[in-house]
């Protein structure tokens, strides 16, 4: 039960959790991970009771999104991979290793049995699968969501589901450093594509500049070369004639 003092001008909102107060500098108190509660006005001595239950409604809705943006990655991943004589390969990631790694661990781990109870004995320990939860591969190679399966296994075992989800090294927190490790700034997998696709296109504009100034070069050298060829048949032209001349031949360079 919680007890709220007045309102007080320029002093920390207080409210009593159980007996115990707790202070805040604005009407915002977080209780719990996840919890916030927002004070709208204040009443001495005032009780009322908090109720916190599960949303299975809106969980379900976020786990079916979570699952249907899988599917649009596998989805990519499965064009980028159909090629044939005639596909534009410059324009696809076929054979990438990066979409090879996403794909392979995110099938891996909806077979994986999670440890859904990690803080008890081993002969105690319960594992579970996604498929448990209405999460499964069809022939198709999309994933399928039985989102009433799902919710009755929310209300049987929630503790059990939430674990599954969550707890160190079970799907999320491994799809989340996948995930990171794809994404990192500088370090990750697609900057690091990205830096070297980047310098590759670098290293192809430099020798094209290179090639271009040996063009340039060979270019300016070749008209010298002509323009001297141009003057040795003036000069010869002009001795031709100058000979033809002095010994009364016709010109036979005219």
Same mark, same amino acid.
Do not use: C
């Given at each position: 039960?919680?007890?709220?003092? $007045? ?5 920390? %909102?207080?409210? /009593?959790?159980?007996?115990?107060? @707790? ?18 006005? %204040? ?5 009322? +009771?908090?109720?916190?239950?599960? $949303? ?5 809705? /976020? ?30 990631? %076929? ?9 392979? #661990?995110? #099938? ?15 002969? $105690?320990?319960?594992?579970? #699968?996604?498929?448990?939860?209405? @999460? !499964? ?21 929630? *503790? ?5 989800? +969550? ?16 994404? #990192?700034?500088?370090?990750? @997998? ?11 296109? /670098?290293?192809? $504009?430099?020798?094209? %500049? ?8 060979? *270019? ?24 033809? !001349? ?9």
């Amino acid at each position: 039960r919680f007890h709220v003092d $007045d309102e007080r001008s320029a002093q920390n %909102a207080i409210i /009593k959790f159980n007996g115990f107060e @707790i202070m805040s500098p604005a009407n915002r108190f977080e209780l719990l991970p996840g919890v916030t509660l927002d004070l709208k006005q %204040a009443k001495e001595d005032y009780e009322f +009771t908090l109720v916190i239950s599960e $949303d299975i409604a809106k969980i379900t809705a /976020k786990v079916k999104a979570l699952v249907d943006s899988i599917n649009g990655v596998l989805d990519f991943i499965n064009k980028q991979n159909q090629i044939d004589q005639n596909t534009d390969t410059s324009s696809t990631l %076929a054979g990438d290793t990066s979409l090879f790694t996403v794909e392979s #661990r995110v #099938r891996t781990w909806i077979f994986t049995q999670f440890n859904v109870n990690g803080g008890m004995d081993e002969e $105690d320990e319960v594992w579970m #699968r996604l498929s448990d939860l209405g @999460i !499964q591969f069809e022939k198709t190679g999309q994933l399928s969501f039985k989102e009433e399966k799902f919710k009755k296994m929310m209300e049987d075992n929630f *503790e059990y589901v939430s674990e599954l989800f +969550t707890a160190k090294d079970n799907f999320i927190p491994n799809l989340k450093t996948l995930t990171e490790s794809l994404m #990192r700034p500088e370090t990750g @997998i697609v900057s690091s594509r990205d830096k070297g696709i980047r310098d590759r296109i /670098k290293r192809m $504009d430099s020798d094209i %500049a290179h090639r271009e100034a040996n063009l340039q070069r060979r *270019e300016q050298a070749l008209k010298r070369q002509f323009a001297s060829l141009e003057q040795s048949m003036s000069a010869m032209q002009g001795q031709q004639q100058y000979l033809s !001349q002095a010994m009364g031949a016709p010109n036979l360079m005219g």
